[in-house]
């Protein structure tokens, strides 16, 4: 008689390891989320969102780094609460609208950068709105592709890589701004 | 390079490590989860709905790394397996028995055999997780087998069926690959169609029920299914 019996046990640390990462992001990611939302319900709404995405893609994500991870994470987080607002048709881009109106499509005058204007440059993204900000983070801090990009904000291609020559176009001109002011 | 595009490479650099900079100073300011934890409240909703992602993902998990290493082909198997039935506290009338199960691998077929000798209470089973759109469709009992059906709008059909154990229970193994899992001391028979399209199914014994459910669903949503029969 052949007895076989099969049973499929998991380790404990691929069992815990889900639940681990959560534990030790969770309050962050709703820091995060809360600050964008204003809301606690859509807040927690965007961290379950986001660690939905982690699920499908955690192969990539648990050969991260702590840090690494917890940078993705955010990001994704930001992803999520920008679906949830527009959703419920809370988001509105003013920015895009506001330099839309300003805009005189006069070229920009091309400065020497130093390191001051380095500095100025980081106090001036706060300035800059939410979904540019995302653009702009996902494709240089996760060096995401434009397609990748679009397909995570709902956009083309096209439209991802405007966003971006508009950022710049509009820090370059904020940069400008201050320059002049100085004399 | 002239000096406009030394000025637009230079921008691009310093545009680039600012948002980088930027990102991580962000992240920097956030305070560490023990003091957060301090601020902030997940409500018993947002948790129990996280534990329920954590739980479902790792089932996918464990039926993924299953089949992985399953077999393949026609072969004899013989499984035995003993169960005891718990005394319920509430029902007196329900007698403890042993029941062994002989599983017997065929050609085209398999076949559940079982041996009871005792009585046992009369049970309802239903699954507390369906697929969205599912709902019943049609009952039908005898004396001691019910069958019910769900479908959905698109056509789509799972037919649950229930039986004492007591005799035996045919499956076509054409087409199919078999594996077990167990999960909370119940062994779950698991017979995946190759074929898309095609009908699965899974037999599983418990409390001296014979429960088995059909459907050309994915087999990781009938096993979600079946596990969540009570």
């Given at each position: 008689?052949?007895?076989?019996?099969?049973s499929?046990?998991?380790?404990?640390?691929?069992?815990?390891?889900?639940?681990?990462?959560?534990?030790?992001?969770?309050?962050?990611?709703?820091?995060?989320?809360?600050?964008?939302?204003?809301?606690?319900?859509?807040a927690?709404?965007?961290?379950?969102?986001?660690?939905?995405?982690?699920?499908?893609?955690?192969?990539?994500?648990?050969?991260?780094?702590?840090?690494?991870?917890?940078?993705?994470?955010?990001?994704?987080?930001?992803?999520?609460?920008?679906?949830?607002?527009?959703?419920?048709?809370?988001?509105?881009?003013?920015?895009?609208?506001?330099?839309?109106?300003?805009?005189?499509?006069?070229?920009?005058?091309?400065?020497?950068?130093?390191?001051?204007?380095?500095?100025?440059l980081?106090?001036?993204?706060?300035?800059?709105?939410?979904?540019?900000?995302?653009?702009?983070?996902?494709?240089?801090?996760?060096?995401?592709?434009?397609?990748?990009?679009?397909?995570?904000?709902?956009?083309?291609?096209?439209?991802?890589d405007?966003?971006?020559?508009?950022?710049?176009?509009?820090?370059?001109?904020?940069?400008?701004?201050?320059?002049?002011?100085?004399? | 390079?002239?000096?406009?595009?030394?000025?637009?490479?230079?921008?691009?650099?310093i545009?680039?490590?600012?948002v980088?900079?930027?990102?991580?100073?962000?992240?920097?300011?956030?305070?560490?989860?023990?003091?957060?934890?301090?601020?902030?409240?997940?409500?018993?909703?947002?948790?129990?709905?996280?534990?329920?992602?954590?739980?479902s993902?790792?089932?996918?998990?464990?039926?993924?790394r299953?089949?992985?290493?399953?077999?393949?082909?026609?072969?004899?198997?013989l499984?035995?397996?003993?169960?005891?039935?718990?005394?319920?506290?509430?029902?007196?009338?329900?007698?403890?028995a042993?029941?062994?199960?002989?599983?017997?691998?065929?050609?085209?077929?398999?076949?559940?055999?079982?041996?009871?000798?005792?009585?046992?209470?009369?049970?309802?089973?239903?699954?507390?997780?369906?697929?969205?759109?599912?709902?019943?469709?049609?009952?039908?009992?005898?004396f001691?087998?019910?069958?019910?059906?769900?479908?959905?709008?698109t056509?789509?059909?799972?037919?649950?069926?229930?039986?004492?154990?007591?005799?035996?229970?045919?499956?076509?193994?054409?087409?199919?690959?078999?594996?077990?899992?167990?999960?909370?001391?119940?062994?779950?028979?698991?017979?995946?169609?190759?074929?898309?399209?095609?009908?699965?199914?899974?037999?599983?014994?418990?409390?001296?029920?014979?429960?088995?459910?059909?459907?050309?669903?994915?087999?990781?949503?009938?096993?979600?299914?079946?596990?969540?029969v009570?």
């Open positions: 008689m052949l007895f076989i019996y099969l499929m046990l998991d380790t404990e640390e691929e069992r815990l390891k889900m639940a681990d990462i959560y534990e030790q992001h969770k309050f962050a990611c709703f820091r995060v989320a809360l600050k964008r939302t204003n809301n606690h319900a859509m927690e709404d965007a961290v379950h969102n986001a660690f939905l995405s982690i699920i499908k893609h955690k192969e990539k994500y648990f050969q991260l780094s702590c840090r690494d991870f917890r940078s993705a994470i955010v990001i994704i987080v930001k992803n999520k609460c920008l679906d949830l607002l527009k959703a419920e048709k809370r988001f509105t881009d003013f920015d895009e609208v506001a330099y839309e109106i300003e805009s005189d499509d006069t070229p920009v005058d091309i400065q020497t950068i130093t390191q001051i204007e380095f500095e100025n980081k106090k001036h993204m706060s300035e800059l709105d939410d979904v540019s900000k995302e653009v702009l983070e996902m494709k240089y801090t996760l060096g995401m592709s434009y397609k990748e990009i679009g397909e995570a904000l709902g956009m083309t291609p096209k439209h991802v405007t966003r971006i020559m508009r950022a710049k176009a509009k820090m370059r001109k904020l940069l400008e701004k201050e320059m002049s002011y100085r004399g | 390079m002239d000096n406009a595009k030394l000025d637009d490479v230079l921008f691009e650099a545009f680039r490590q600012a980088i900079e930027n990102h991580w100073q962000e992240l920097d300011e956030i305070p560490s989860e023990e003091e957060l934890a301090k601020v902030y409240t997940f409500s018993e909703l947002h948790n129990e709905r996280m534990r329920k992602l954590f739980a993902d790792e089932r996918k998990e464990r039926l993924a299953l089949y992985r290493g399953s077999r393949k082909g026609a072969a004899i198997i499984i035995t397996s003993g169960i005891l039935f718990a005394i319920l506290m509430t029902t007196p009338s329900v007698q403890a042993v029941t062994e199960v002989f599983v017997e691998w065929y050609e085209q077929f398999t076949k559940f055999t079982s041996r009871q000798g005792e009585t046992i209470e009369a049970k309802a089973w239903s699954p507390s997780y369906l697929p969205d759109g599912f709902e019943v469709f049609d009952t039908f009992a005898t001691d087998m019910t069958n019910i059906r769900y479908a959905d709008m056509g789509q059909v799972i037919d649950f069926e229930y039986m004492p154990i007591d005799g035996t229970l045919s499956v076509n193994n054409e087409g199919v690959e078999y594996n077990s899992v167990v999960s909370d001391g119940i062994t779950f028979h698991i017979f995946a169609a190759i074929s898309d399209n095609e009908t699965n199914t899974i037999i599983w014994e418990v409390d001296g029920y014979r429960l088995n459910l059909r459907s050309v669903l994915p087999v990781d949503v009938l096993y979600e299914i079946a596990y969540s009570k």
